[in-house]
């Protein structure tokens, strides 16, 4: 059975700080992977999206990670403001398939 | 590009009445447009797949008389939830997904929060 799990459940920082979102997946076919932030009461909004043969991508404070040999990504906030605060989702894609298995994302608090 | 609106943003409504919601592909069109429940601190569930000008497809567990869904333009996609009850209070998300784009590329909407008092 295709499934996401995500670490922390949820996660407060202080502005500024820097932290690390965690994703195990273990979606077979593996096509993809997504990370998406969603506001309180908004839809989510894409934030990366890696393949099989990337390693890392970079979205302005935000950097995915993943290794596909362990099933792993990551999503690392550099710099945290407070409008950073929300879900973030963790979305794996299978080959052949258009629905994907969704995380039930981590919620990050950031404190002034 | 690939903007998805949903309206209304947000509706309270009384036991028993239906409620539509509409999803729409402001610049693209959509062969295929997907809806999601969420519930408070969990993840986003399918609950249907709609197709333009055939019938949806309903994940298990989810009444098709109940979430009625219409996709009859490419741009256009409507769930009607009927007879609702207050444990139909959630917050519904729409997806839409390019017509001819990459298989498992879903662009979202901004959400429907549903009140059943």
């Known amino acids: 059975k295709n499934q996401v799990e995500q670490s922390p459940q949820s996660l407060i920082i202080l502005e500024g700080k820097n932290c690390t979102l965690q994703c195990n997946y273990t979606v077979s076919p593996f096509s993809n992977l997504r990370w998406y932030k969603q506001d309180t009461g908004r839809g989510p909004v894409s934030l990366t999206i890696m393949t099989f043969s990337e390693n890392t991508k970079s979205n302005g404070r935000y950097t995915a990670t993943l290794d596909a040999d362990t099933k792993q990504s990551s999503l690392h906030i550099t710099a945290s403001q407070l409008s950073d605060s929300a879900s973030y989702i963790c979305?794996?894609?299978?080959?052949?398939?258009?629905?994907?298995?969704f995380g039930r994302g981590t919620s990050l608090i950031v404190h002034p | 590009g690939a903007v998805v609106s949903q309206h209304p943003s947000r509706v309270i409504c009384k036991s028993g009445t239906s409620v539509k919601i509409e999803c729409r592909s402001l610049d693209f069109q959509a062969t295929t447009m997907f809806w999601y429940r969420q519930f408070p601190k969990q993840s986003l569930m399918l609950m249907a797949t709609s197709n333009e000008g055939s019938k949806a497809t309903y994940e298990q567990g989810v009444e098709k008389d109940k979430f009625l869904i219409n996709h009859a333009s490419l741009t256009l996609s409507t769930l009607t939830v009927t007879s609702a009850h207050p444990e139909d209070s959630s917050f519904y998300i729409c997806?839409?997904?390019?017509?001819?784009?990459?298989?498992?590329?879903?662009?979202f909407g901004p959400g429907t929060r549903l009140t059943v008092l």
């Open positions: 979305v794996v894609s299978a080959g052949g398939s258009y629905i994907p298995t």
């Open positions: 997806s839409a997904k390019i017509a001819g784009g990459p298989i498992n590329e879903q662009f």
